[in-house]
């Protein structure tokens, strides 16, 4: 894995440039020169900063995880209880796919990088067991009932909510309500 180095403001273009067209066109359909090109740095910059794209694609992936943490960590703290807060990752969803309509970066990244030992690919992992993990702090914490099987009941509820939200109208609110449900029950 490659040393972490302080973010360029090239760096940046260039994982801004790869995001959104990784996102939108998908990862093994968009390469490096596109990238430099959206990015306005050259591929030599690119392969300087990043060192391949299969790096490139892990810096994407972290960008946007660090960036869907806050938004559910905001969420959560701005809940009035603790067991409002299980549930509070449901409400930054919605906040989330207002702008982010192509499903899940994550589990499409991890659809087209099966492969565990490309550098993505444990991003992508990492960020569906945090999200696990999440759950089930928050629902200790709201004292439920086996948290650990809420948390990954909650987490299956979340994923095929984010899925199957570009397809069926809503899918967001009831997976919500069932989840609030969920929570409640003893």
Not at 90 to 116: K, V
Not at 119 to 148: G, I, M, S
Not at 173 to 186: H, I, K, M, Q, W
Request: aromatic fraction near 6%; include cysteine.
């Amino acid at each position: 894995m490659r040393e972490a180095r302080p973010m360029t403001p090239a760096g940046r273009r260039i994982v801004a440039a790869a995001e959104e067209l990784f996102y939108h066109r998908g990862i093994t359909a968009v390469g490096v020169d596109l990238i430099a090109e959206h990015s306005g740095v050259t591929k030599r910059t690119l392969y300087n900063r990043f060192g391949s794209k299969d790096h490139l694609v892990a810096a994407y992936l972290a960008e946007r995880d660090q960036r869907w943490r806050a938004l559910v960590r905001a969420a959560v703290d701005a809940c009035d209880s603790p067991v409002e807060a299980v549930t509070a990752p449901f409400t930054a969803l919605r906040t989330w796919s207002e702008t982010n309509t192509r499903g899940c970066a994550f589990i499409n990244a991890l659809a087209e990088i099966p492969d565990p030992a490309h550098p993505a690919h444990p991003v992508a992992a990492a960020q569906k067991r945090w999200l696990r993990d999440l759950f089930e702090e928050l629902a200790t914490a709201a004292h439920r009932p086996d948290p650990a099987t809420l948390a990954t009941r909650l987490l299956v509820l979340h994923e095929g909510a984010l899925a199957t939200q570009p397809l069926l109208p809503d899918t967001l609110s009831a997976s919500t309500d069932l989840a609030r449900a969920l929570v409640r029950a003893d």
